[in-house]
């Protein structure tokens, strides 16, 4: 079965610690990764798209990485205004359609 | 401002009832599609739809139903609303089914049924 796991479900972080959220899949002929960004009451925000082992991709803070099972979202030195859920999908399966986790909700205190 | 637009944002329906949630994109997107977000679920594909005159299921389309007349336009229909369909509906773009460049979601409609 098609699967996408986000982890933790959620990440309390003070102010500049960095810290790493994990998105494992496993998903038949996977086609891409994304990450999206969600604040309350708002869609999610396009972020970034992986699409091979080994590629990586940055946004100001945040850095995603691809493996072969498994993506990290890296935060270095994040700011309150990181704090949303971020979401994990990824695009391939039986339908070829996007799988998506349930999200991890960051809260960064300052 | 480009992007996708629905509408209403905030509905309430009574058990039994019908109404048409709208979603317009203004990017000539071919590939559209309908989420539904539940709490402790994460995004669940409704209906999706590859271009104007084609359309075609996702993993929860029971009790929907999708038309797509032009490219700019992909409205959801609720036949006859249950309590179990109180959730959070986005509508979804992107320029092709490969998705490059990701979806631009719209804002969401809220709907309660009572």
Known sequence: EDQV????????????????LNCSYTVSGLRGLFWYRQDPGKGPEFLFTLYSAGEEKEKERLKATLTKKESFLHITAPKPEDSATYLCAAHGGSQGNLIFGKGTKLSVKP | NAGVTQTPKFQVLKTGQSMTLQCAQDMNHEYMSWYRQDPGMGLRLIHYS??????????VPNGYNVSRSTTEDFPLRLLSA?????SVYFCASSYSSLLLGGY??????????V
Not at chain 2, 104 to 113: E, M
């Open chain 1, 5 to 20: 796991t986000q982890s933790p479900e959620a990440l309390r972080l003070q102010e500049g610690e960095s810290s790493s």
């Open chain 2, 104 to 113: 631009t979601f719209g804002s969401g409609t809220r709907l309660t049924v």
């Open chain 2, 82 to 86: 249950a309590p179990s369909q109180t």
């Open chain 2, 50 to 59: 590859v271009g104007a005159g084609i359309t075609d299921q996702g993993e």
